[in-house]
Nanobody, 114 residues
């Protein structure tokens, strides 16, 4: 199973980015997705998760600015990030869960300039 994250880049504060993470390989129906981020010198942080039923739970730091969505047919999850702040700068990783376990993507860099 491979997870491929994409969509990162350099953006000015106040801007937007949309991250994608697609799962491929021998994967069962994905039950849940998570997005994490890790900034230099900081611990990895759970940004948001979404269940198979569509319920989501956001970190307080991104509530109202980030939106997670999923396309089950494509085994893909998205993270729409609006009103980006310099403190959102990090490597963003996706994580997928199916009935056998969980899988991590390699990450995509998001850099927000002030």
């Amino acid at each position: 199973v491979q997870l491929q994250a994409s969509g990162g880049g350099l953006v000015q504060a106040g801007g937007s980015l949309r991250l994608s993470c697609a799962a491929s390989g021998s994967i069962f129906s994905i039950n849940a997705w998570n997005w994490y981020r890790q900034a230099p010198g900081k611990q990895r942080e759970l940004v948001v998760g979404i269940t198979s039923g569509g319920s989501s739970n956001y970190a307080d730091s991104v509530k109202g600015r980030f939106t997670i969505s999923r396309d089950n047919a494509k085994n893909t999850v998205y993270l729409q990030m609006n009103s980006l702040k310099p403190e959102d700068t990090a490597v963003y990783h996706c994580r997928a869960w199916d009935r056998r376990g969980n899988y991590w993507g390699r990450g995509t860099q998001v850099t927000v300039s002030s």
